[in-house]
């Protein structure tokens, strides 16, 4: 893994907040799939790592935000908790898949990947968290591999476009978006290694 991306372990992120201006808007679920590779060398899903997170203090919630996420920020079931404890519980696993891979640091895959690692970035701030495992600012973004690769950028188009399911009743929860978009960069990676693979075991054609 440390090879294929230069040091970098890819791990999908999606964040749900309350609105889309990270330093007003709370951040208030996020998920993370750090990504592994099977026998064959082929990208695959690792384990999902997940929680519900508490608006910071004097957070705005917009109520057409909260109305695609289906996210009642007072819901007693939420088991939400502090940004700083979050990130502890997010980071923590992550950083020993860095260490297994024997990569430098993760790098953020997101769709729409640069509002995701604002969002991160603007939590990190808050909190003073120092032992973050991203690069700061650099990203995979599946809308430009998925235009690229199937002509859609909708992450629901994009995953039927390369024969993935997709249900629209789950869609906007961090934990199904994440998994989502994690099949889909790994479907798209998958293929162009097979074709690397094809084209390197063809026989070179002669010229006439």
């Given at each position: 893994?440390?090879?294929?991306?230069?040091?970098?372990?890819?791990?999908?992120?999606?964040?749900?907040?309350?609105?889309?201006?990270?330093?007003?808007?709370?951040?208030?679920?996020?998920?993370?799939?750090?990504?592994?590779?099977?026998?064959?060398?082929?990208?695959?899903?690792?384990?999902?790592?997940?929680?519900?997170?508490?608006?910071?203090?004097?957070?705005?919630?917009?109520?057409?935000?909260?109305?695609?996420?289906?996210?009642?920020?007072?819901?007693?079931?939420?088991d939400a908790k502090p940004e700083k404890d979050a990130l502890d519980l997010m980071f923590a696993p992550i950083r020993a898949e860095v260490r297994r891979h024997g990569c430098q640091r993760a790098i953020l895959v997101g769709h729409n990947a640069h509002?995701?690692?604002?969002?991160?970035?603007?939590?990190?701030?808050?909190?003073?968290?120092?032992?973050?495992?991203?690069?700061?600012?650099?990203?995979?973004?599946?809308?430009?591999?998925?235009?690229?690769?199937?002509?859609?950028?909708?992450?629901?188009?994009?995953?039927?476009?390369?024969?993935?399911?997709?249900?629209?009743?789950?869609?906007?929860?961090?934990?199904?978006?994440?998994?989502?978009?994690?099949?889909?960069?790994?479907?798209?990676?998958?293929?162009?290694?097979?074709?690397?693979?094809?084209?390197?075991?063809?026989?070179?054609?002669?010229?006439?």
């Open positions: 893994m440390a090879a294929r991306f230069r040091g970098f372990l890819p791990v999908v992120v999606d964040v749900e907040t309350g609105g889309f201006d990270p330093e007003r808007h709370a951040l208030l679920e996020i998920a993370a799939v750090p990504l592994d590779l099977d026998g064959e060398g082929m990208l695959v899903l690792g384990r999902t790592v997940h929680t519900h997170v508490e608006a910071f203090p004097g957070a705005e919630l917009d109520p057409k935000s909260l109305e695609i996420t289906g996210i009642d920020p007072t819901h007693p079931f939420r509002f995701d690692i604002s969002v991160l970035n603007a939590t990190i701030r808050r909190t003073g968290h120092r032992r973050s495992p991203f690069h700061p600012f650099s990203v995979f973004d599946t809308v430009s591999l998925a235009g690229l690769a199937y002509g859609q950028t909708v992450l629901s188009r994009a995953v039927q476009a390369a024969g993935l399911p997709w249900n629209g009743d789950e869609a906007h929860s961090a934990i199904y978006d994440a998994e989502r978009t994690a099949e889909l960069f790994c479907t798209i990676h998958n293929r162009w290694r097979s074709l690397e693979r094809a084209a390197a075991q063809a026989p070179a054609v002669r010229a006439g």
